[in-house]
């Protein structure tokens, strides 16, 4: 029975949803699935700006072009006392129904977050600067904002008259969530692109940034919490050179996610199509060639016990039989990255730099 679809729980049945256990598609077929994306750009129009130094890291202002939308405004971090070429790292930020920051709530000792955002880094990231703390571990860590983040975000003067109208002056952060849902998500459907896509193509372009960046020695590894860990679920899967990734709270089987827990998620979980030819932790198995380390919230108020747990064994078992490397732990806590998860998550990605 499906609280959220009421008197139609028995829509699912009626409309035969079964997703594959296991993909039935590939990088190429996925990247075709998320619809139509803007042409690659060939100059990335790469410029640098201030730095800072805090508690042993150095951090660089550095930005890009996608080739269309504001420019991509990014920190990249690396030990003060580096000298020769790290190995490479996109962290990928959380979604937090916070939109006016992106980088910054990974990055500490440079532009911060204001003081009511602070908690989005006390809540969702043990209190710490994530990328900085991967930075001290020895990496060239590439923190960006992406599409409807930070410096790639919609001005508040854009947002619908239509949302003001329904809920009052809710501030932009609220309607920031409305928009996405409300008004985003039906642009992207006219242009027959999906969130997932757009989303993706900024950390590919961001991917190709990292691989000609002197700060870096051509190994690369992505990793992410929530949003961002969908986000890293994809460039995984999209992305054959990267050579590893990590995503915290942000798996689950689709039919677990059907009760109560698909209004609470970003469009970008559910481009249209994929449900047809992968349950979501197919997606994972996607170019699994390339080692996916995933970190479970075991209290996580986003999804359920029973859907991460079969998620897990899932895709555990698929990566086993194809002799492929796959590390999963469950911590219980609920949805964050906590300190011990990221030092957890940093040490893995180091061993395979």
Known sequence: MSKNLGSFADLPKALDFNPPQTPTIDSKE??????????????FQIKRGETFQHEGVKIEEISWSTGFGPRTEAYLLTPIDSTTPLPGALFLHSHDDLKSYGKEKVVVGAKNLDQD???????????RG????????????????????????????????????????????KHAVMQESMSIAKYLSLFGATLAGILNFDDRVALEVAKILPEINGSISCVGLSGGGCRSIYLHATSPELTAAVS?????????????????HSWMFFPHGLAAKS??????????????????????????????AIADTNIATYYKENGREYKSDFYPVKHSFTAQMQDDAFDWMLSHA
């Not at 908690?119 to 969702?124: C, K, T």
């Not at 001290?136 to 109208?165: H, I, N, Q, Y």
């Not at 915290?248 to 609470?264: F, K």
């Not at 349950?279 to 859907?307: H, R």
């Open 30 to 43: 996925l990247l075709k699935l998320f619809g139509q994306l803007p042409k690659f750009p060939t100059d």
């Open 117 to 127: 955002s602070q908690w989005v880094i006390r809540d969702h990231y043990g209190d």
């Open 130 to 173: 994530a990328a900085n703390e991967l930075a001290k571990k020895g990496f060239a860590v590439l923190a960006f904002d992406c599409f409807l983040w930070g410096s790639r975000r919609f001005d508040p003067a854009t947002m619908p008259e239509r949302f003001a109208e329904l809920t009052g002056e809710l501030g932009y952060e």
């Open 248 to 264: 915290v709270g942000a798996m689950a089987t689709y039919e677990s996610l059907l009760d109560i827990h698909v209004a609470p």
């Open 279 to 308: 349950d979501w932790p197919g997606v994972a198995m996607i170019n699994s060639k390339n080692p996916i380390y995933l970190q479970f919230c075991g209290n996580d108020q986003l999804f359920t016990k029973e859907g991460m």
